[in-house]
């Protein structure tokens, strides 16, 4: 009874987010909207003008960077007064991501090294880690090249006409493509403390490998320690069920915010953009519920069922690892055992992002469309494998996925600056995708367990 209440009142919370945030952002957020908007109207002109400029000494070109520097000076300004307005909405989200945060690496840790030293035999650590990478593997080539297949299909940048941009015009996003040599050496953490500070969830998973495998290998010694971490992961799940009760607040404040400084009229400027990708994402849903219909048969419908109150946190917030928690709570009481959970859910986390996969391909390709870049299919199956790489591992990242498209598009000849085209829809795409990324994930988890033979019947709530 309790948790349908939850679920209701996140739910509740969602639509009352939308209506306050369009009651703020037409009531009071719009003037500093406009402000803003013409401020950046202004800006490309003056841009336009100055690139048209020979002679950078011309008393033109000086008047030009003033008008500019004022132009600038009043977006940032307007933003400012306009974030200022919002922050209790932005706090009660913050406060919430905050405390999941808190909880994440702490649960990670436990779980799997208490899951690894459970299985105790190092063989069927490896046997389980095979399937899962497999798992993983051919998941995000398939949302890879699900991605590239619809927007090759449904062609959205090729009414933008965009010409290309000036090579001193730049996004703004740092690239943050890693090298391959770059990702393996981020793999491992110089120091624990270190990567549990950061939340850096590959580092930690590494360091939980090593310390379960060592646990297991000790016999007997290592009892206590299986112990200490069972009671404190059931600890960290207790903190997770007082925090969840904020999720509503959380959900309010989130949606608010965003329907608030972007308005609806985001959405009907990119609407075919925004509108085909969730068909992606749609689609993205049933392949893989088919999948698991494949393995799990009907079973996989009560897991989506179960998951609602996770997938509708991960959308509401545009945060999977918001939904960490709950996500692992329901794949227990779905039936998968807490060993298969807290190996692979966690792996899944860094290298099982099947949303953020299919959108980096859809966004890259968006943007070469948008400037009349053309991307041959060889080009575009090389730019599927590179994104397979430098996305490993970024989940942590604040809009990981604008980092890597970043660093990856610069490769094809595609303008960087055309990251920007995607600021301003970001936050609404992010939903999607963070909502694609704890399906995938928990389907991978089931799938797993179920190959593992350690499926049983689902654990009935007393709650």
């Not at 070109?61 to 932005?90: G, P």
């Not at 391959?180 to 491992?188: A, G, P, R, T």
């Not at 604008?402 to 660093?407: E, K, P």
């Amino acid at each position: 009874m309790k948790k349908s209440k939850l679920t209701l009142f996140i739910f509740l919370s969602f639509i009352l987010g939308i209506l306050a945030g369009y009651l703020l952002n037409i009531k009071w957020i719009n003037k500093y909207n406009e402000r803003i908007l013409a401020a950046e109207s202004q800006t490309k002109v003056i841009q336009a003008k100055m690139l048209a400029t020979n002679d950078t000494t011309h008393i033109q070109y000086s008047l030009l960077k003033k008008e500019l520097v004022k132009q600038t000076t009043i977006r940032r300004e307007n933003s400012s007064i306009r974030e200022k307005k919002l922050e209790i909405l932005s706090l009660l989200s913050d406060i919430f991501l905050r405390l999941i945060k808190m909880i994440v690496g702490p649960l990670i840790f436990t779980t799997l090294v208490a899951g690894i030293a459970k299985v105790g035999d190092i063989k069927a650590v490896g046997r389980i880690g095979a399937k899962t990478m497999l798992w993983f593997i051919s998941a995000s080539l398939l949302s890879l090249i699900l991605g590239a297949i619809l927007v090759n299909l449904f062609k959205p940048g090729i009414a933008m006409h965009l010409p290309l941009p000036d090579s001193r015009v730049s996004s703004g996003i740092q690239s943050g493509a890693l090298s391959l040599k770059d990702f393996i050496s981020h793999m491992f953490p110089k120091s624990f403390i270190e990567a549990m500070a950061n939340n850096e969830i590959l580092q930690i998973v590494i360091f939980s490998i090593f310390f379960g495998v060592a646990t297991a290998a000790i016999g007997e010694k290592g009892a206590l320690v299986i112990k200490a971490m069972d009671a404190f992961s059931h600890v960290i799940l207790k903190i997770t069920s007082y925090i969840m009760n904020f999720a509503p607040l959380a959900v309010f404040g989130a949606i608010a915010a965003i329907i608030a400084k972007q308005g609806l009229s985001v959405l009907s400027t990119y609407a075919v953009f925004v509108s085909e990708f969730y068909l992606g994402i749609l689609i993205l849903w049933l392949v893989l519920i088919f999948i698991g219909f494949i393995i799990l048969n009907k079973r996989v419908f009560k897991l989506i069922i179960e998951l609602k109150e996770a997938i509708l946190v991960a959308f509401s917030t545009a945060s999977s690892e918001a939904a960490y928690p709950k996500t692992m709570l329901q794949l227990e009481r779905f039936g998968c055992k807490d060993k298969i959970v807290s190996f692979v859910l966690p792996l899944g986390y860094s290298f099982n992002l099947d949303g953020s996969m299919m959108y980096m391909t859809f966004a890259s390709l968006f943007i070469a469309q948008s400037y009349g870049v053309h991307i041959s299919v060889e080009q575009q199956l090389i730019m599927l494998l590179i994104l397979m790489l430098t996305s490993k591992g970024v989940a942590g990242v604040p809009r990981a996925s604008l980092v890597v498209i970043a660093g990856t598009i610069t490769t094809f000849n595609i303008p960087e600056a055309g990251i920007a085209l995607l600021l301003g829809v970001d936050p609404i795409l992010d939903m999607g995708r963070s909502a694609t990324n704890v399906i995938g994930n928990s389907i991978a988890t089931a799938v797993v367990s179920k190959w593992e033979g350690e499926l049983t019947p689902p654990i009935i709530n007393e709650n």
